[in-house]
């Protein structure tokens, strides 16, 4: 069965820039699927931040939409997000996940903006 | 954006006795060609991620067990634990994904009585 595990920094500072990448085990990016990020903070519950397809197709919250990349490496089997000019706001769990109505949910990552 | 609402935030229930959670959206998730509510359910236990439970309003997800079950018409959806058990402790979220950006309820905690 698939599963999905995010990787990257849990410690960003303000205005710079927050990536994280998914790594898709268990199956492929190319199948049929969208390739989502969901992020949680105790201030705004669960917020979808956006998803991106095999193809590179992506839709992303307009909230965030000026901020925000994503980007998938087919020879790795992973997704990533790109997230700039970072605030305190932006301090939250982020998960990877599969699908719209959301299947698979990786265990999700720590990320604080702080100096 | 499409705003859901849940009702109650929190509720106490006996073990044993049904638990009843309401979602509202403000604007329709129903696909009206494919008669389709665009509407799920999340269990999110501490430390954990969500679990889906229910999509498409009342299919329920496969391993998921038959005390739980989604219903509803409209713009007013509800989850139904038939029979609280003690594991089912955990927050519950809707969420639609019939338009971007998909949005989600913000939570209704469910304890014991």
Redesign the interface.
Same mark, same amino acid.
């Given at each position: 069965q698939v599963q999905l595990q995010e990787s990257g920094p849990g410690l960003v500072k303000p205005s710079g820039t927050l990536s994280l990448t998914c790594a898709v085990s268990g199956g492929s990016i190319t199948s049929s699927n969208w390739w *989502?990020w969901v992020r949680q903070s105790p201030g705004k519950?669960?917020?979808?931040i956006g998803e991106v397809f095999h193809s590179g197709s992506t839709?992303?919250?307009? *909230?965030l939409k000026s901020r925000v990349t994503m980007s998938v490496d087919k020879s790795k089997n992973q997704f990533s997000l790109q997230l700039t000019s970072v605030t305190a706001a932006d301090t939250a769990l982020y998960?990877c996940a599969r699908d719209?109505?959301?299947?698979v949910?990786?265990?999700?990552t720590l990320v604080t903006v702080s100096s | 954006?499409i705003v859901m609402t849940q009702s109650p935030d929190s509720l106490a229930v006996s073990l044993g006795e049904r638990a009843t959670i309401n979602c509202e959206s403000r604007q329709t998730v129903l696909y009206d060609s494919l008669n389709k509510y =665009?509407l799920?359910w =999340?269990q999110q236990k501490p430390g954990?991620? &969500?679990?889906?439970l229910i999509? @498409?309003a009342s299919t329920r997800?496969s391993g998921v067990p038959d005390r739980f079950s989604g219903s509803g018409s409209g713009t007013h959806f509800t989850l139904t634990i038939s029979s609280l058990q003690a594991e089912d402790v955990a927050v519950y =979220?809707c969420?639609q994904?019939y338009s971007? &950006? @998909?949005?989600?309820?913000?939570?209704t905690k469910v304890e014991i009585k």
């Open positions: *989502s519950g669960l917020e979808w839709n992303y919250n307009p *909230s998960y719209r109505y959301i299947t949910w990786g265990q999700g | 954006d =665009y799920a =999340y954990q991620p &969500p679990k889906l999509y @498409w997800e =979220y969420q994904y971007t &950006p @998909w949005t989600f309820g913000q939570g």
